[in-house]
């Protein structure tokens, strides 16, 4: 699904799937954050383990704070994947050198990563 950026490149790519995400999150934890961008009620409902919850509507106002850190590489996660794919192009736009979409979402996260994530 996801196109890897070129051996020595800084680009990462637009989208990686769920199990990508998972592979990243283990293999740099000190590098990559996952953020969470779909309404509270939602978050209520379901939620993945050491994501940062940031509601898509707050994004703007916490652009250059301490919970989107641009040093590392934030892979943004919804419902689906059309919200937070709208978050990662706005936060490349706004200078963030590492930013990727999580195909699927927390859906797919619950369907072939982790079965205790409730689906809604």
């Known amino acids: 699904m996801s196109t890897p950026a070129s051996p020595g490149s800084t680009e990462v790519p637009l989208e990686i799937t769920v199990e990508e995400t998972r592979d990243l999150l283990a293999a740099r934890p000190d590098d990559t954050l996952l953020v ?3 309404e ?3 978050h209520q409902t379901a939620r993945i383990e ?3 919850f ?3 509507r707050q994004i703007p106002e916490q652009v250059g704070s301490p919970a989107l850190p641009r040093e590392k590489h934030l892979l943004i996660h919804c419902h689906h994947g059309g919200r937070s794919l709208r978050v990662t192009e706005y936060l490349r736009a706004q200078g963030y050198p590492r930013v990727t979409n999580v195909a699927g979402g927390i859906h797919a996260w619950s369907q072939r990563i982790d079965a205790s994530v409730p689906t809604y």
Do not use: H, Q, S, T
């Open 50 to 52: 050491g994501a940062e």
């Open 36 to 38: 969470d961008v779909r």
């Open 54 to 56: 940031i509601p898509m």
């Open 40 to 42: 509270p009620f939602e």
